[in-house]
Structure formats: structure tokens, C-alpha cells
């Protein structure tokens, strides 16, 4: 019996995808059999690949992180990219008991105080919630740029979410942000109104704000955090999102 080596075979897979283009990737992925999941914060790069998705009636279950704190916005960006594609986005939610008891120990907006208290925000209400929505699931789809940020700059086509058991795949990972706006602009694809206010990524309310001229992409996300790899633990398999899927 011929053993796989799962890093071995995300490799093989990224240099296959890297010779396709955005539709081909996708399609590929598809193709490979197994629940295929793709998470989209209905970010602009996210509303490229469920436009994708949607357009070419691709099996890929669309989903998102509803964590209860979300702009008005992308509430509505929700609704509209359902109508839109007539495709539907299933909503994963914290439970009510992991918000209770996160509110008691540090406050609902606790997450200000301190890194811990933000890693186990976003554990309850971003990282339990993912772990639903990847359950049995073969292959993690995402909108990961190179170009998002400094930590994000060797993001590849393909690699192994060892934690997680599974491919996670980013078909976007050597898209600029002027290629995503110009596929934007000729297909039509919905996109959060923020974006044009100065918020090219946009998460929960209280933990993003607006950029300033010549800030990196994310430098509005826990702007008030001055790690420069701060993320939320959904793209990180070490010690911070370990912490925060602890709590
Ligand atoms: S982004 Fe902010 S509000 Fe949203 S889950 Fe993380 S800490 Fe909580």
C-alpha cells in the first residue's frame, strides 16, 4: 500500500495549481472529491472566489464566521452575494454559554486589555465556530494573499493544516490588490461598501478600524496590538492559536 505523505502531496498540488488560472484552481479543487469548504469574511478577495463559485456552480460549500460583532455592512453583503449567485452561505455562530462565560471572565469587550484576551475572543467566537465549520471537511479554501501583509508574504497554493487534518488551499495567494479590483470592476461582484471608507480588510466592529495613506492592508485590524503578526488564529497553527482555542 502506497503511503502519502500529506506535505508532500499539498506540494504536488500547489505546483499544479500555480500553471491554472483563478476558475481552473477552483475547479481543480473540486474535482478532488471530499467536502471542500471555502470561508469567506466577504472581503473583497473572498467575494472573487464565492463570484467563482457561484458562476460556475462549482460543489464547494461557501461559509461564514456570523461572530455576532460583524459591521451592518457585511450583514448585508451577506444577503446580497446569496441573491446575487443564488448560491447559499451557511452562517457558523459562537454559542451563546462560550459568549456568557468569556463576558464574565474578562468583559465583553475584554479583548482590549490584552493579547490573551483577544486570542480568547476570537476563539469563542471565530475559532470554535471554524472547527464546526470544518468538520469533515478535506480541503480548506481561502482568500490568503501574499501581499495582505508581512505575514502572509510566502503564503503558497497549497499546504498541510496539520492541527486540522486537511489541504488548505489559497488560490489567490499571487493575486495583487489592483488584479482583485479590476476582476471586481468587470464582473460586477458585490463588494462591502467599506472598502471604498479606507478598510481594505474588515473583521468584527470594535476590532477594526480605518487605514491612513501608505498603512499595510491589515494594519487596521487590532490596530492597538503591536505585534506585526497579529491575526485572529485562523491562519496560524502555533502557540497563539493553540492559546486561543484553549480558552
Ligand atoms: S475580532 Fe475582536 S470581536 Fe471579533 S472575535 Fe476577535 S477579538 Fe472578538
Redesign the pocket.
Known amino acids: 500500500m502506497t503511503v502519502i505523505n500529506p506535505i508532500e502531496e499539498a506540494e504536488a498540488l500547489a505546483d499544479k495549481l500555480s500553471g491554472l488560472d483563478l476558475a481552473g484552481r477552483l475547479s481543480f479543487v473540486a474535482g478532488l472529491g471530499g467536502r471542500v469548504v471555502f470561508t469567506t469574511s466577504l472581503g473583497i478577495e473572498d467575494q472573487v472566489i464565492t463570484a467563482e463559485i457561484g458562476t460556475h456552480r462549482l460543489p464547494i460549500d461557501v461559509v461564514t464566521l456570523q ?4 459591521f451592518p455592512e457585511t450583514l448585508a453583503l451577506i444577503d446580497e452575494t446569496e441573491s446575487q449567485y443564488d448560491i447559499h452561505i451557511t452562517r457558523y455562530e ?1 454559542e451563546q454559554a462560550d459568549i456568557d462565560a468569556y463576558a464574565a471572565k474578562y468583559g465583553i ?1 475584554g ?1 482590549y486589555e490584552s493579547v490573551e ?10 475559532l470554535k465556530p471554524l472547527a464546526r465549520a470544518l468538520a469533515g471537511a478535506t480541503i480548506w479554501i481561502t482568500g490568503l494573499r501574499r501581499g495582505q501583509s508581512a505575514n502572509r508574504a510566502e503564503t503558497p497554493f497549497a499546504e498541510y493544516d496539520a492541527e486540522r487534518h486537511l489541504l488548505k488551499v489559497n488560490p489567490l495567494a499571487d493575486w495583487d490588490i489592483e488584479k482583485i479590483k479590476a476582476f471586481v470592476a468587470d464582473n460586477g461582484v458585490p463588494v462591502n461598501p467599506m472598502h471604498a471608507r479606507g478598510y481594505p480588510s474588515i ?6 478600524r480605518a487605514i491612513k495613506p501608505g498603512e499595510p492592508e491589515r494594519a487596521g ?2 490596530w492597538w496590538e503591536q505585534d506585526e503578526k497579529r491575526e ?1 488564529g485562523l491562519h496560524v497553527a502555533e502557540e497563539a492559536a493553540a492559546i486561543a482555542v484553549q480558552q
Open positions: 461572530t455576532g460583532r460583524l459562537p469587550n479583548f484576551a483577544r486570542h480568547a475572543c476570537c476563539g469563542v467566537r471565530k473583521g468584527c466592529e470594535p476590532c477594526t485590524r487590532w485572529c
